[in-house]
């Protein structure tokens, strides 16, 4: 798996062809940082990768823009798996992105989707994501909110090798914006717990 965690370029797509009620001069729309908190960091064994910004911007008529900054926090654990498999192979990712009212209507797709069809998403994102299949649903706390994460099975290629995977997904509301949530690891390892940890230790706005 990528240095770069698999929900990372989800919402590069998830702006696409919402823009066509703005009718007036420029638009922004800016998430605020969710994180995990130190404290769930370290009972869960992750260390932070880094906390980044990604632009979306589309371009209307007459020079008008739209600009969508989310920020994505991502955090790793170096596991083992044996066969010359070990790295930062447990990633989890926090992404927030905003809910952005234009007119008075929502307009980020996000809002309208399942944690199936993110996981779908992932899956169209990347080449070397395939055969997402859902495993379960449990729920848990996502910083103060109860929500339902979904658990699939899936394989990956890394370092040239097919590795069977967990992907776990989540979505909540927050403070005006959208976050999700997804775990990643080898399938053989138990990584619900530690995820479960991370999950409820997400700060939004984040604290820093």
């Known amino acids: 798996m990528k240095r ?8 590069m797509a998830l702006f696409a062809g919402c823009t066509s009620l703005v009718v007036d001069g420029e638009a922004e729309f800016e998430a605020q940082t969710a994180t995990v908190s130190e404290e769930a960091r370290s009972e869960a064994g992750y260390e932070e990768v880094e906390v980044t910004e ?11 823009k739209v600009r969508v900054i ?7 654990r170096t596991v083992d798996i044996g066969l010359g498999l070990s790295g930062e192979l447990a990633r989890f990712t926090a992404v927030a992105t905003p809910e952005v009212d234009i007119a008075g209507q929502a307009m980020n797709p996000v809002a309208d989707m399942d944690n199936d069809e993110l996981a779908e998403r992932v899956q169209q994102q990347y080449d070397n994501v395939q055969n997402v299949e859902s495993v379960g649903d449990r729920t848990t706390a996502v910083g103060d909110t109860e ?31 959208f976050i999700i949530c997804a775990g990643v690891h080898p399938r053989e390892i138990d990584e619900d717990s530690r995820i479960d940890t991370l999950l409820a230790g997400i700060q939004h706005p984040a604290r820093r």
């Open 70 to 76: 989310n920020v994505l926090a991502e955090y790793s």
């Open 4 to 11: 770069r965690a698999l929900l990372a370029g989800v919402p």
């Open 147 to 177: 929500t339902t994460v979904s658990k699939y099975d899936a394989e990956a290629q890394t370092n040239g090798e097919s590795v069977d995977i967990n992907i776990h997904i989540c979505r909540i509301q927050s403070e005006g914006d």
């Open 54 to 64: 990604s632009t979306v911007e589309r371009e209307l008529p007459a020079g008008r």
